[in-house]
């Protein structure tokens, strides 16, 4: 099994779907001749030409729109969005459009477009370049949100989408770019809408979605090498819908859990997580639900300020140990 | 009113796809509007107009009488006093041609090819309308007639229609595609972003600006800087011009011929149509902000009054054939009422039947009482 | 005490802060000459003039962008967004630029604007037209959120917002604008950042803010009357920030809540408050904590699916009771 | 380069605060650019000139510097190429005129009358910086100077900036706002919408776009339809002209000209002005995508050579005096950057201090590691 980052997944996957269906092109801003911001479809517009890999004027509203009205008409748009932060200028494209435009004709028209964007702080990019506002997205019946957190996963979920006939907000992370991972010969679509518990344990759910699924991994690797405790860790895969079920069973089983995310806590990811495991697990939790998530502040370029306002395997140690704590599993 | 184009007047058809051409010499054309002698269109097609003009006109007095009985909800948006500037257009477009408009669409619907019954079933809520009743007024789309929707939010339905003419561009169709907006509309950052692509990507897009003068109570030369619209398309290299949308025949001859052009070049255009809201912004609006010499010239230019005249004067139609014309259009004006009140409510059990074409895992059915465990 | 409507108490505010104040101003669409959407700024523009009550052209982002510049400049803006549903052409002058003007320069200069706009559903307005999108700004650091649900409350709350000296979302809701209530001769300007027990009881707390605030009362009346239950009501009254410890104080005396809210379930609003409640009560709730809140679809305009769509004092009423018997109280 | 605009030239001053006059007949103006003889200039203005032009070059060095050594963090983009736009707009401007700009802004930061070690300690993530440390690179801040902020995001700068200026216009005051942004910042809505609102309200603000031919790796032929970006005025009935961007005192006296007509009219314009970028995007960007032609043309123009060998010929400074300039230039450099080596880092503690204005009960001020209860 090849070990590939996950930019080169996601640019292999790009390719594999492009070679294998003429209505699948690429639009964005800077992604042919400058190759992508992060690089992601380097070598594409060499090999597709101008009309598969269409760079666009910086109007997020406009060409996310004009993606919008080329999947109305059944072509297949893998729309690149600089970054997570600038999808705002096209929110209206996307929530009062892509989004309604099945439903509010009665079902005469489908949307399949696939939006591509990273998210992530932690790069000293400041207030406006390093949001985390998946939320915005996950909220809205209509769209699909996923979230891989390692390159194979990258690769099912992005075949996925690109199959997929509803409009899906991708969710990318400046932090994973490099990230390496395997990844099989043949990857099949991963199932859209499905948790996965990418690492059995007994003591504690951590759950997390894209980095903070990595986060997770981290620590409950170091927990269980260093202090010989079991974290399971569910990773979101896909933000709406959302597996519930796969959640509160894990939950039934280890009675309490932490919430990883790279957010802002209130009204974050975190909190319908939080509501959803009080709910369906609400016998077996032993302890309230942790979440551990950014700082509510405009993110700080300063690097001190940046490093305590965002979530770190430290900060998530701590929460699992006190959540142990609580549930007199330590100490 | 005189007719001005911005660039010069494009050759319909015959010169084959070829790039925009950046280095357009200027031009003018000036044309008188009113009493025109027809030129070109036979009595068929001018009696067609008429019909189409008076159906769109009775079926809107029934849309408001429904709307003030409750049987239409939400917000509702009659063509009245834009009859000409809708036929004119729709009637420059084949059926297999892409029509996107704002919410004030029910004309636009009815002259792309809809049945009568289905609108008005669309704005009685019912399933036998065009979205199923889960549009209403602001939200009708067919895709038969090539109708590609009404949109609800000012501005939105540019974007989509740009990408509609890339989907053709894309797959070498011969479709175009015509985006109707009104002059409020110009204003917003959507309008910019679009037209620059359409120019730039070179698409088959026609952007009509159907200048009522009004955005609700707002005068064009308080809202637009340039509030010769069409003037706008200037910023894009874009032709723009500007046509009377109280007459028919100048507004279809203008719409043909840019139609036909993006038809055989690609180019995209603006095109501009003035005339006069009759009424409120939608049914409940009493426009009390109106100045009455506005409401007069509305009512002065009425556009199926007009065309009505001018038939008859020009030998085209007679009393008897006119009031015959429209007899017909409020029979059918009536018949689409009675159509959509006899048609089914949707039913409940459908409610979610459209937030997803392709079925997913752990999609949310949850009525409002319902547990989420 | 005069009884006045909501809508009453809205204009009255406006006016007699542009009385207090020369700096502070109106500016929207269509606000002037045709006196509002929804008539709030009647009047006005004949009291005031053009430079008081300015209206712009459609462009949402240009003129709350303006409305944030002149607020920079220690002007007063109070800014009209039509509905909620538009606001999201300005998305990213508010939660990229209002918010975030103050930290990321590090505050250097602030942002003394209101934006006030309604949300709702229920006047068959479609899916674009009818949303409850106050979680993107509820979920803002930078951002105050503010939901009135009474005349008296949206008078208080609105004389505080004008005097703050940060951005704040004033959510109206098209359902409220008749609606009466008293409203005191001199009313003070709210807390922003408390929630009130607007009616004391002992058996459940119901949670509410905005439209879903007075379908609680109703439903809080109808149960004391019909069944001898007694419902206490908490109305959030501010989003953001979130009065936190009233919502457990509450819940720490009944055992059990329920969450009535306009918008999605998914993310909602409510699944903040469930996740608060069930960790700041977690020894006190005798039930997992109940949402009431809008099916998540694309609001249809048909009358019988809005209705079934949309949360309401039956869905409430069900949602208590079962409750109720879920912690043995009633049956 | 030649110079032209669309619209007669604003007659500078005098005229006295009058509305925006929609009939302005259409004029041209065409004037050598490089070789010019100076005129008008006295040569201490042009030695300043020199002196902050080589600043910027000096400093912009240095801040390329610090982020090899990750002493800066984030994106840094420089103004290498620009210096003359940069010192040719700011010395139009008083010390009490509002700039807004991209973030592309160092040079700008200076030229306005910043201490170049804040800006360069704003760059280091210091206390002592623009910004408190709080913006970096892309976002720094100054009351005094009249730096109303660098943006980060393409466009947002330009609704802000014509806030400013209604603001101004509100109270009656007789400042000016620049408004600096890209040639690819053209094709954003919010350009769209804001030129309009500013021509509309006849608000005084000069809206600037530095042409450095390129948006990231996008000339502006790919970006813009109409690509003599000036011309988008039209659209608004708004004055616009082009500079070149290389000659400072050219830029100079048409910013001047435009800022002191909307001083005493209030009226908004639209400059452009033509350069190049020497480097990337930004410091990590190798540029691969630009042909040799375009950085051999880039490299030609370079504005503070062709500046000081102007200088030198005209006779304006020697050869001693020139290195006199660039010595001084390198040690305040050298001095920014010592300054900012040695300022403090934001404490920790500080983290919520900038959330709100107005204090507010329930803030939430948790750590990541912290619970919520
Ligand atoms: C983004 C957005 N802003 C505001 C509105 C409210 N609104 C609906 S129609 C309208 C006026 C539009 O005027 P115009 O473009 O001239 O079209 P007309 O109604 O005259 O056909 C406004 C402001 C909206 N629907 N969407
Ligand atoms: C809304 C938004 N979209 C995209 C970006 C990413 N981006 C940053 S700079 C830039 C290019 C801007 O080009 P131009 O306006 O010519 O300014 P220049 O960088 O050349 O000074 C882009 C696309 C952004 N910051 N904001
Ligand atoms: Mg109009
Ligand atoms: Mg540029």
Same mark, same amino acid.
């Given at each position: 099994?090849?070990?590939?980052?996950?930019?080169?997944?996601?640019?292999?996957?790009?390719?594999?779907?492009?070679?294998?269906?003429?209505?699948?092109?690429?639009?964005?801003?800077?992604?042919?001749?400058?190759?992508?911001?992060?690089?992601?479809?380097?070598?594409?517009?060499?090999?597709?030409?101008?009309?598969?890999?269409?760079?666009?004027?910086?109007?997020?509203?406009?060409?996310?729109?004009?993606?919008?009205?080329?999947?109305?008409?059944?072509?297949?748009?893998?729309?690149?969005?600089?970054?997570?932060?600038?999808?705002?200028?096209?929110?209206?494209?996307?929530?009062?459009?892509?989004?309604?435009?099945?439903?509010?004709? &009665?079902?005469?028209?489908?949307?399949?477009?696939?939006?591509?964007?990273?998210?992530?702080?932690?790069?000293?990019?400041?207030?406006?370049?390093?949001?985390?506002?998946?939320?915005?997205?996950?909220?809205?019946?209509?769209?699909?949100?996923?979230? +891989?957190?390692?390159?194979?996963?990258?690769?099912?979920?992005?075949?996925?989408?690109?199959?997929?006939?509803? %409009?899906?907000?991708?969710?990318?992370?400046?932090?994973?770019?490099?990230?390496?991972?395997?990844?099989?010969?043949?990857?099949?679509?991963?199932?859209?809408?499905?948790?996965?518990?990418?690492?059995?344990?007994?003591?504690?759910?951590?759950?997390?979605?894209?980095?903070?699924?990595?986060?997770?991994?981290?620590?409950?690797?170091?927990?269980?090498?260093?202090?010989?405790?079991?974290?399971?860790?569910?990773?979101?895969?896909?933000?709406?819908?959302?597996?519930?079920?796969?959640?509160?069973?894990?939950?039934?089983?280890?009675?309490?859990?932490?919430?990883?995310?790279?957010?802002?806590?209130?009204?974050?990811?975190?909190?319908?997580?939080?509501?959803?495991?009080?709910?369906?697990?609400?016998?077996? /939790?032993?302890?309230?639900?942790?979440?551990?998530?950014?700082?509510?502040?405009? /993110? +700080?370029?300063?690097?001190?300020?940046?490093?305590?306002?965002?979530?770190?395997?430290?900060?998530?140690?701590?929460?699992?140990?006190?959540?142990?704590?609580?549930?007199?599993?330590?100490? | 009113?005189?007719?001005?184009?911005?660039?010069?007047?494009?050759?319909?058809?015959?010169?084959?796809?070829?790039?925009?051409?950046?280095?357009?010499?200027?031009?003018?054309?000036?044309?008188?509007?009113?009493?025109?002698?027809?030129?070109?269109?036979?009595?068929?097609?001018?009696? $067609?107009?008429?019909?189409?003009?008076?159906?769109?006109?009775?079926?809107?007095?029934?849309?408001?009488?429904?709307?003030?009985?409750?049987?239409?909800?939400?917000?509702?948006?009659?063509?009245?006093?834009?009859?000409?500037?809708?036929?004119?257009?729709?009637?420059?477009?084949?059926?297999? $041609?892409?029509?996107?408009?704002?919410?004030?669409?029910?004309?636009?619907?009815?002259?792309?090819?809809?049945? %009568?019954?289905?609108?008005?079933?669309?704005?009685?809520?019912?399933?036998?309308?065009?979205?199923?009743?889960?549009?209403?007024?602001?939200?009708?789309?067919?895709?038969?007639?090539?109708?590609?929707?009404?949109?609800?939010?000012?501005?939105?339905?540019?974007?989509?229609?740009? &990408?509609?003419?890339?989907?053709?561009?894309?797959?070498?169709?011969?479709?175009?595609?015509?985006?109707?907006?009104?002059?409020?509309?110009?204003?917003?950052?959507?309008?910019?972003?679009?037209?620059?692509?359409?120019?730039?990507?070179?698409?088959?897009?026609?952007?009509?600006?159907?200048?009522?003068?009004?955005?609700?109570?707002?005068?064009?030369?308080?809202?637009?800087?340039?509030?010769?619209?069409?003037?706008?398309?200037?910023?894009?290299?874009?032709?723009?011009?500007?046509?009377?949308?109280?007459?028919?025949?100048?507004?279809?001859?203008?719409?043909?011929?840019?139609?036909?052009?993006?038809?055989?070049?690609?180019?995209?255009?603006?095109?501009?149509?003035?005339?006069?809201?009759?009424?409120?912004?939608?049914?409940?609006? +009493?426009?009390?902000?109106?100045?009455?010499?506005?409401?007069?010239?509305?009512?002065?230019? $009425?556009?199926?009054?007009?065309?009505?005249?001018?038939?008859?004067?020009?030998?085209?139609?007679?009393?008897?054939?006119?009031?015959?014309?429209?007899?017909?259009?409020?029979?059918?004006?009536?018949?689409?009422?009675?159509?959509? $009140?006899?048609?089914?409510?949707?039913?409940?059990?459908?409610?979610?039947?459209?937030?997803?074409?392709?079925?997913?895992?752990?999609?949310?059915?949850?009525?409002?009482?319902?547990?989420?465990?």
């Amino acid at each position: 099994m090849a070990v590939i980052t996950y930019r080169q997944a996601l640019h292999d996957t790009l390719r594999e779907e492009m070679l294998a269906d003429e209505d699948v092109f690429l639009i964005g801003e800077e992604i042919g001749v400058f190759e992508g911001s992060y690089k992601i479809t380097a070598g594409l517009l060499d090999e597709f030409g101008e009309k598969r890999v269409r760079d666009t004027p910086i109007a997020e509203e406009g060409f996310i729109g004009a993606a919008v009205g080329a999947a109305m008409q059944g072509l297949r748009p893998v729309a690149e969005l600089m970054t997570i932060n600038f999808s705002l200028i096209a929110l209206d494209q996307i929530v009062n459009h892509a989004a309604k435009i099945y439903g509010m004709f &009665g079902g005469q028209c489908s949307v399949p477009m696939v939006m591509r964007t990273p998210g992530g702080g932690g790069q000293q990019l400041g207030a406006t370049h390093s949001q985390n506002i998946e939320l915005y997205y996950a909220f809205v019946p209509g769209l699909k949100v996923v979230a +891989p957190s390692t390159p194979a996963d990258a690769k099912a979920l992005l075949r996925a989408s690109i199959a997929d006939n509803d %409009p899906v907000l991708f969710l990318e992370n400046l932090a994973l770019y490099n990230t390496k991972g395997e990844v099989p010969e043949t990857v099949e679509p991963a199932e859209i809408g499905k948790a996965a518990v990418s690492r059995p344990g007994n003591d504690i759910t951590i759950i997390g979605y894209s980095r903070m699924a990595t986060v997770a991994h981290q620590v409950a690797d170091k927990l269980e090498d260093e202090e010989g405790i079991s974290a399971e860790v569910v990773d979101l895969r896909s933000l709406r819908p959302l597996d519930r079920e796969t959640l509160v069973e894990s939950v039934r089983k280890t009675n309490c859990a932490v919430i990883a995310e790279d957010d802002w806590l209130t009204y974050g990811i975190g909190a319908e997580i939080a509501a959803s495991i009080s709910d369906g697990a609400f016998d077996s /939790l032993d302890a309230p639900v942790r979440r551990v998530a950014a700082a509510e502040v405009p /993110l +700080p370029y300063a690097k001190p300020l940046e490093r305590a306002a965002l979530p770190s395997a430290e900060s998530l140690t701590t929460a699992v140990h006190e959540t142990l704590e609580a549930v007199g599993r330590r100490r | 009113m005189a007719e001005t184009a911005t660039r010069s007047k494009p050759a319909s058809g015959g010169a084959g796809k070829t790039r925009r051409n950046g280095t357009r010499s200027s031009g003018k054309r000036v044309q008188t509007g009113a009493n025109n002698v027809f030129s070109g269109e036979s009595p068929d097609t001018l009696r $067609d107009y008429f019909r189409q003009m008076t159906l769109i006109r009775r079926f809107e007095e029934r849309a408001a009488q429904g709307y003030t009985q409750a049987k239409i909800g939400g917000y509702c948006h009659l063509n009245l006093g834009e009859e000409a500037t809708v036929v004119g257009l729709m009637s420059a477009l084949r059926r297999s $041609d892409y029509l996107f408009t704002n919410y004030r669409e029910h004309g636009y619907a009815l002259a792309k090819g809809i049945e %009568p019954g289905r609108v008005m079933a669309e704005l009685y809520g019912r399933t036998s309308g065009t979205s199923k009743g889960w549009g209403g007024s602001m939200h009708m789309f067919d895709v038969d007639s090539g109708l590609l929707g009404g949109y609800g939010i000012v501005g939105g339905q540019i974007p989509l229609a740009t &990408g509609a003419a890339l989907a053709i561009d894309y797959r070498g169709g011969d479709q175009v595609v015509m985006c109707q907006l009104g002059d409020g509309t110009t204003n917003i950052g959507a309008f910019h972003e679009s037209l620059n692509i359409a120019a730039l990507w070179n698409l088959p897009v026609i952007f009509v600006v159907v200048n009522n003068q009004l955005g609700m109570g707002t005068t064009v030369e308080k809202s637009s800087a340039e509030s010769e619209l069409y003037k706008r398309a200037v910023a894009y290299r874009m032709h723009g011009e500007r046509v009377d949308g109280n007459d028919v025949t100048a507004v279809n001859e203008a719409a043909s011929r840019l139609v036909e052009h993006a038809r055989a070049t690609g180019e995209p255009a603006l095109l501009e149509t003035v005339s006069h809201r009759l009424k409120g912004h939608s049914v409940v609006d +009493p426009s009390k902000y109106r100045s009455q010499e506005s409401v007069d010239a509305a009512r002065a230019a $009425d556009p199926v009054a007009t065309f009505r005249a001018r038939l008859i004067d020009s030998g085209v139609l007679d009393e008897d054939g006119a009031a015959e014309i429209e007899r017909q259009a409020q029979a059918d004006a009536d018949a689409a009422v009675a159509f959509a $009140d006899d048609s089914p409510h949707p039913d409940v059990s459908t409610l979610f039947d459209y937030t997803y074409a392709t079925p997913v895992a752990n999609d949310s059915r949850r009525l409002p009482a319902d547990p989420v465990f």
